[in-house]
């Protein structure tokens, strides 16, 4: 099982940054998927899920009308579009995708996100 995400990078305050990430290695339409993210000396905080019964989203508070996570059953790939970035959102960012029926957990490998001016 194979988890790598891509699109993180610096970017001022106010931007945009669209994560990915791909999946392999399980049923992709099976999992329900979860962008995490963690900044120095914090712990992992759950940031956005999608699940794959209906595609329901939810948000931490913090990134609610800022952020969207979406998915590509056709690429085995979720996305974190993150607009209006502030300073704050600066983390190490992780995909999770978690199988419905064994509830087995993998992790991809994290992409770092730094929103400065």
């Known amino acids: 099982v194979q988890l790598v995400e891509s699109g993180g990078g610096l970017v001022q305050p106010g931007g945009s940054l669209r994560l990915s990430c791909a999946v392999s290695?399980?049923?992709?339409?099976?999992?329900?998927l979860k962008w995490f993210r963690q900044a120095p000396g914090k712990e992992r905080e759950l940031v956005a899920s999608?699940?794959?019964?209906?595609?329901?989203?939810t948000y931490a508070d913090f990134v609610k009308g800022r952020f969207t996570i979406s998915k590509d059953n056709d690429k085995n790939t979720v996305y974190l579009q993150m607009n209006s970035l502030k300073p704050e959102d600066t983390a190490v960012y992780y995909c999770?995708?978690?199988?419905?029926?064994?509830?087995?957990?993998?992790w991809g490998q994290g992409t770092q996100v730094t929103v400065s001016s």
């Open positions: 999770q995708a978690r199988t419905v029926l064994m509830r087995n957990e993998y």
């Open positions: 290695g399980i049923t992709f339409v099976r999992c329900d």
């Open positions: 999608i699940i794959s019964a209906d595609s329901t989203t």
